[in-house]
C-alpha cells in the first residue's frame, strides 16, 4: 500500500457543499469528491466514466495548513426565456491543502504520474480555480494518508509562517475517512461520488472523522518584551 501527498494551493479555491442556485457556498477543506474529481480529470476519465466510482475506494485525507480570507464574488446570470439573476459564490484566498490518498501501488503512481500529465484541465474546487503551477506530489510506502499528515512539515507559505512568528506552532485540522481516525467521533458526510454526469451529478454519504497535529513554525520568533528600554537594537529585524 502507498499514501499520496497533492498539495492544494491556488489564488483561489472553492469546494462547494449542498447549495441552491442563488448561494453556492464552500466547505473550509477540499471534499472528497472534489479531489477524486481532479484527479479522474487527470486520467482522462469523461463525466459519465463507470471507472470515477470506483475511485471512491481510495482512502481521503486532507489538511489545513494556511487558510485566510473568504471572497464572496456575484454574478448576473441570464437565464432562457426570463430575467437576468443575480448570484453569489463563495471562494477562499491564498489557502493551502495537503490532500492524501491511500491505494494500491500500482494505482497510486499512476495517479501521480497523471497529476503531472493530466489528460484534462485540472481545478481546485471549480473550473474558474486553476491551481497556482504544477502539482506538487509526494508518494510514501506503507504509510497510510492520516500518518503521512501527522508526519509531514507545516506546508504554508512562507509570509503566512512569517505573520504567526509569535506562535511556535499552527494547529492543523485533519479530515480523513472514519476508518482512518478508529476511536473519533464520526459524522455522515454528502462527500462520496455517485454520478458526475452532467444530467446526474449525484453524491451519496461517507462517514468522516476529525482529529489535528501541531505543526512546528520554523519562522517563530519570541515576542518582544513590553515596556523598559530598547538599546542596541534592529528594531526591523523583527519583520524579517
Known amino acids: 500500500m502507498k499514501a499520496l501527498t497533492i498539495k492544494l494551493k491556488g489564488p483561489m479555491q472553492a469546494y462547494g457543499n449542498q ?125 497510510s494518508p492520516v500518518e503521512v499528515l501527522k508526519e509531514m512539515p507545516w506546508q504554508a507559505s512562507h509570509w503566512f509562517m512569517v505573520n504567526k512568528r509569535f506562535e511556535p506552532e499552527w494547529r492543523a485540522e485533519i479530515h480523513a475517512d472514519a476508518p482512518l481516525l478508529p476511536g473519533e467521533r464520526s459524522s455522515l458526510v454528502k462527500d462520496a461520488v455517485k454520478s458526475f454526469s452532467l444530467r446526474e451529478h449525484t453524491h451519496t454519504y461517507r462517514s468522516e472523522s476529525v482529529t489535528s497535529v501541531w505543526l512546528n513554525n520554523p519562522a517563530h520568533k519570541s515576542k518582544p518584551a513590553v515596556g523598559g528600554t530598547i538599546t542596541n537594537q534592529d528594531v526591523m529585524s523583527i519583520l524579517k
Do not use: C
Open 19 to 143: 447549495a441552491n442556485f442563488k448561494y453556492r457556498t464552500i466547505y473550509r477543506h477540499p471534499s472528497k469528491s472534489a479531489v477524486l474529481g481532479m484527479i479522474a480529470a487527470a486520467l482522462g476519465y469523461g463525466h459519465g466514466d463507470s471507472r470515477i466510482v470506483k475511485l471512491n475506494q481510495l482512502s481521503f485525507a486532507v489538511r489545513t495548513d494556511q487558510i485566510d480570507k473568504e471572497l464572496t464574488d456575484f454574478q448576473i446570470v441570464q437565464v432562457p426565456k426570463s430575467s437576468s439573476k443575480l448570484t453569489y459564490r463563495d471562494y477562499w484566498q491564498d489557502a493551502i491543502f495537503i490532500a492524501a490518498i491511500g491505494g494500491q501501488n500500482d494505482q497510486i503512481e499512476a495517479i501521480d504520474e497523471a497529476l503531472h500529465h493530466p489528460k484534462f484541465q485540472l481545478f481546485l474546487g471549480r473550473k474558474s480555480t486553476p491551481p497556482a503551477g504544477p502539482l506538487e506530489t509526494k508518494i510514501y510506502t506503507g504509510k
